[in-house]
């Protein structure tokens, strides 16, 4: 509480700033979890109340019939043509690997530059490193994709093994998972907090730990982790909802429904229920049977909450540490 | 003896640099560096599906220059990273330096409050939903309050400050002004109270210098993301109505990875990174990290 200093806090102006500020808060609060109360009720409203003209403030009953979109198909829809729990298990696996690959790549790297590398090579290593971040990744998207196609050429076309018409061995990874996980193995940004964070380490920890005969890993994985728990915290905060959100290189570069993230799914679902909402027809008995399964907006609402769950609690899992983390010392 | 001890150590520290940069300089050569040089030669190339791409010169960016819907793209983009910027950037300052007034219990729960985050995606379709013009909730209480209904989303007039409405009240970094406040030295306060400093001065003379690396360094990131800008108009609008909200991005994957026509998706790329990189030289130049206090 440092800008109203303590001793005038018993001042009727004071008190009256401080009140004034706390309601403002509070008022924004309320708006804030809003969003999340409203699209929590929408999903237990009965789909019935849900399109009704006009809708209704308060709808009566409540139903948890779209949560059971996480276990049972739909059937009838020509895009959604799995389960809910798929998408959640891709969107787990790839998020999964990139943190398992990201993390201790980048930290590494971010730990030999900040402390094992020639101030020389590690000036060069750095602009190599961390330079990739200052070109939107659209102008690689293109060469990635033909990379990730036939592996390892990126100019589109495979050669051919010259006087044969043969082309060089070359592997697909589109339409795995692994077309997802490569591209994220590293990030420029967490290169820079790891470092960040790094350079404050005092060098005489590390050179009394090698005196003692510690080998470098040794000391990376005894010294440095437990010292920089929060760096980690936040990095891996941050590798988790960047690529639990990732929305635009799945869509790309996954084309089978039984691949697909929880984003990409979510947003296929949601088309195609807001293409029906447009063109209700209350006598349609097929199309009523359909919603009362969750193909409706209470539906979608259902699994926008279970998407949002992860980060959530991942949020309040790291948020301790986030603050004790984040420092950011910027493009230097 | 201690010489050859000491030779042996750096030997090992220098094997062991190597070793540890080595993954992320894979990683980064063979996805970052490769397909970004490739993609600047992709520009001048035209491509067909069998055989190799000819080599056309600049004629990808002269039909970028001469195509009627890049402009409009740009312009789009433009208004939104100035209208995100503008209606939403200083509020997270805002919150973080009046929440840190609040009593330490009241800072954790609020704080989670607050800053509490949501997907992407989940955020993007519940606002889209709000935004209904048949069954939104917005236009719900506005028949409640007995005003006329509007049509949002598909109004092109206010669709894309529709967008961008909902980062007033969903916001991330907080949290990193949060962090950077609770370092700010409560002396600081102290003596500016002697000195009869008022609220107002000291929010500007203290509190803002040491939130201007976090400010600038966030700042820089908003622009980039801003102008990069795909999702959140690809979900909620599709791009329209009409062309009203089609960003850049939208446009590079419509002509890239939709149409197909590789050369010209990829010169749009180079020339929003010619302008991003003008965004960042001038943003550099004017708002300086260093604290001048």
Redesign the interface.
Known sequence: ?????QVGRNHFKVRF??GA??T??WI??S???F??W??FS?SITPYKE????????FPRGATLACYKLIFTMFSGSVTITQPFWVYIKNSGIMTGAIMAIQI???A??A???SK??DPK?SRL?FL??VG?A??????????????LRDF?F????V?KIPFTPIPFPHYNFINTYWAVI??G??A?FN?LLFKGFFDGIPDELINAA?IDGA???GI?RRIIIPLSKPVFAVVAYMTF?SS??Q??WPL?VLKKEKLMP??VG??RF?EEV?EL?NVIVPSDEGLLKRMAQGYS?NG??AM??I??I???IM??IF?EQ???????R??? | MKKVEKVKRAKHKKRAAWIFSLPALFFVIVFGWYPLVLGFRVSLEEYHFITPPTYIGLANFREIFSDPLVPITFRNTFYYTALSIGLTFIIPIIISILLMEMKKNTIRIMMLLWFIPMASMAGNIIWKWFYNSYYGLFNTILVYLGFPTLRWLDDPRIAMLCLVLPGLIMFGPGLMYIASLQSVPNEFYEAAELEGARLGQKIWHITLPRLRPIISMLLLLAIIGNMQIFERPYVMTGGGPGMATTTVVMYFYQLSFQSLIFGKGASLAIILFCVILALIIIQRKYFKENIDV
């Open positions: 509480m440092p800008l109203i200093s700033l401080l500020i706390t403002l808060l924004g609060v708006l804030h979890l969003p999340v409203w699209t929408t849900i399109y009704k003209i006009p809708p209704a403030l201790p790549v980048t590494l790297a730990y030999a530059l094992l590398h090579w290593l190599v490193l990739i200052l070109v939107p990744y659209q102008v690689s998207m293109i060469p990635l994709y033909f990379l390892p990126a100019t589109g076309y050669p490569l591209p193995g590293y420029a290169l090698r080998s470098e890993i990376f909802s639990w959100n929305f635009l790309i929880i984003a979510l947003y949601q807001n909402a907006w979608v609402m926008s909450l998407q949002s992860p980060v959530f949020f309040i948020r986030l603050m004790k983390g984040i420092k950011l910027g493009f230097k």
